[in-house]
């Protein structure tokens, strides 16, 4: 069964699951939602593991797909969330099939 979905910011439809984009702004935000933190508070702690400022509305702009976050950022936004990446990524811990996203499984 081929699932579509609405990619509102490639103004068409895409076709299987959900691309890693759209499912990293919905964990970010369930996870942080989970952890209790303020947006301002979780863009704090990124700043504190990558060493260096950065925008305090950075998560906003995560989980409202304004700006895809560099792969540093988002290592640090898991660690920040003690998730894996994969959590924020697959949505299941890392646990999805490799067909759902093209590629065979090793063998």
Known sequence: MTLLFWAPN???YWHGPPPPSDVFAKRIRAERLQA???REALSLRIAVLLGGP???TLVRRF?????APRLDEAVAAATA???SLLTLINGDGGRA???AYGS???S
């Open 104 to 106: 065979e499984p090793a």
């Open 97 to 99: 099939a490799p067909e």
């Open 10 to 12: 490639r103004k068409e």
């Open 36 to 38: 209790g933190f303020e």
């Open 81 to 83: 969330l003690d998730v």
């Open 63 to 67: 989980e409202e797909q304004t700006r």
């Open 54 to 56: 950065i925008d305090p």
